[in-house]
Structures are given as structure tokens and as C-alpha cells.
């Protein structure tokens, strides 16, 4: 099943605070929903653990990350999949742009495309989309507040 997203964020630091927190793995472990472990495996590959619950399925994902396309400090491509044992499996990408706002700020754009299989896809795309957009909102929310912190 596929699906997609994206959006805006408008995050309270300027571009080259918010490009050095997007290439952070301890920044972003703590930002993402349920991420048990991040690791950053060179300058362009991570390595993650992330627990996640989507409706009545409870599922660890293990996955790999790499970062593409860079183009320090406007964005880049973010492409991997993990593997979550019998609830299934989850791959794709999102194409992050960051460009200057007013009063010093940064705009982040976002697309995500994303393949779900298994156990996961039995859910439904309305639960899958419904459970993606709040982790996703959880995860600019938090975000934006480190970014904030300096």
C-alpha cells in the first residue's frame, strides 16, 4: 500500500541551526515519535530502532536511513526501510526543502512517499494516514523545540 504526505513548518531559527539539527542523531532521536536508537553511520547513513503503535499492532522497527541529494543548508532526500518482524515492513523517502522566513525563521517542505506491507497494510489507509499525520505533527512539534533551544 502506498501512501503519501507532506506540509509546512515554520521553525523559530534560521537555516543553518535547523540543517546542522536535521544532520544531528541525537537531535533527531529524540524528536521521533517511539525511536528506541539512532545512530549515525557515517556522514550520510543512520541507522534506527523505532517502536510503534499503530492501532491494535505493536511493531519494532529496525531500519536503515540514508541521506541523498544533499544540498547543504536547503535540503535533501532521506531514503531507507525497516523491517518490523511479523507486522510488516515499511520503505520510502521524503524530500526535505528549507528555504528563510520572515524574522530570522525557517520554512521546512516536506513530501513523503512510503510503501507499507504486511500485517500493517491489513489496517486500512485511513488508519495508516491518521496515525502517520500524528506522528509526523509530534514530530515537527518536538522539532521545532529544539531547534528553538539553540
Not at 520510502?92 to 520572515?102: H, I, N, R, T, Y
Not at 525557517?106 to 489496517?123: F, I, S
Not at 502517520?132 to 531547534?147: C, G, I, P, R, T
Request: with cysteine; proline share 3%.
Amino acid at each position: 500500500m502506498a501512501m503519501t504526505m507532506n506540509g509546512e513548518v515554520t521553525l523559530p531559527a534560521a537555516k543553518d541551526v535547523v540543517w546542522a539539527k536535521l544532520n544531528d542523531a541525537e537531535v533527531l532521536k529524540a524528536c521521533i515519535p517511539g525511536c528506541d536508537q539512532l545512530t549515525k553511520d557515517d556522514d550520510t547513513h543512520f541507522s534506527a530502532i523505532v517502536k510503534v503503535k499503530l492501532g491494535p499492532v505493536k511493531a519494532t522497527f529496525r531500519g536503515k536511513v540514508e541521506l541523498v541529494d544533499l544540498d547543504a543548508p536547503n535540503g535533501y532526500r532521506i531514503q531507507g526501510e525497516g523491517e518490523g518482524g511479523i507486522a510488516g515492513f515499511a520503505k520510502g523517502g521524503a524530500k526535505v526543502a528549507l528555504s528563510d522566513a520572515e524574522g530570522g525563521q525557517t520554512l521546512l517542505r516536506y513530501d513523503v512517499e512510503a510503501q507499507v506491507g504486511g500485517k500493517l497494510m491489513q489496517l486500512g489507509a485511513r488508519l495508516i494516514d491518521s496515525v502517520s499525520k500524528k506522528l509526523a505533527d509530534e514530530f515537527f512539534a518536538n522539532f521545532a523545540k529544539a531547534v528553538s533551544e539553540g
